[in-house]
């Protein structure tokens, strides 16, 4: 059997094709129906009794750590970290399944500045130096490698190569940043470690980008993996 969609040959169990995805139709079979039942779409309907469920699970933690804290106290001492983690754990994983349409390019950054918040308390609450100089920089250049990037894969899919070279090599430079920004931070040697990271994640880029303008590469790559 061959895929109505695309062409390519099937298994004979196969259900649905694995390289475009679309369902199987088998003439052969009299039961089959036409249409499939399900709309495929990304943007499903948010599960509103399960967002309350997840949101009082985060929510009792956190209002008894606050009341054990003040009781014992008289003011925050301990459950400010709670707190602030548990909102942050919200921010990243529960808060997107309120929204209809759920795009990742703005929840992205909404979660980067959640984290270097809940980091900009913990340096503040614990008399550190350690928040302006090392981690708002570094959470911040990772923010916007990680945001170009998932903008790229949704608004340019068809570049998603090049995006995964452009990335790789990102974060290759990244570890020079967070090395350089360990040194004026903490004092640490430069370029002790940083540069293998780099070397390994450059050279891994550059491949990948090869492999992304070279047509044939591209295509023995997409009948081996399904990519
Ligand atoms: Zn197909």
């Known amino acids: 059997m061959y895929c109505v969609k695309c062409g390519v040959e099937l298994g004979n169990t196969e259900k649905k094709c694995p390289l475009c995805g679309t369902p199987v139709w088998n003439p052969d079979s009299a039961a089959e129906e036409l249409y499939p039942r ?5 943007d499903a309907k948010p599960k509103t009794g399960l967002m309350f469920l997840f949101t009082f699970i985060l929510l009792i933690p956190v209002l008894l750590c606050l009341l054990i804290d003040l009781k014992l106290n008289r003011r925050i001492v301990w459950s400010g970290y709670v707190s602030l983690s548990a909102a942050v754990v919200y921010i990243m994983l529960v808060l997107p399944f309120w929204f209809r349409k759920r795009n990742p390019v703005i929840f ?14 913990i340096c503040c609450k614990s008399g550190g130096k350690w928040f302006l100089s090392f981690a708002f920089p570094v959470t911040g250049a990772l923010c916007l490698i990680v ?25 290759g430079g ?13 004092g640490f ?24 303008t070279s047509p044939s590469m591209r295509a023995a790559l997409r009948k081996k993996m399904f990519f």
Request: aromatic fraction near 20%; glycine fraction near 10%.
């Open 147 to 171: 945001t170009a990037a998932v903008a790229l894969y949704r608004y340019v899919p068809k570049g998603w190569i090049f995006t995964t070279g452009g990335l790789t090599i990102a974060l």
């Open 174 to 186: 990244l570890s020079i940043l967070i090395e350089f920004f360990l040194h004026i931070t903490f």
């Open 189 to 212: 040697g430069m370029f002790v470690w940083s540069l293998y990271p780099f070397a390994v994640l450059l050279l891994f880029g550059l491949l990948i980008i090869a492999i992304g």
């Open 38 to 42: 399900y709309r495929y779409g990304r």
């Open 108 to 121: 992205v950054p909404v979660s980067f500045a959640a984290a270097c918040g809940l980091l900009l308390y």
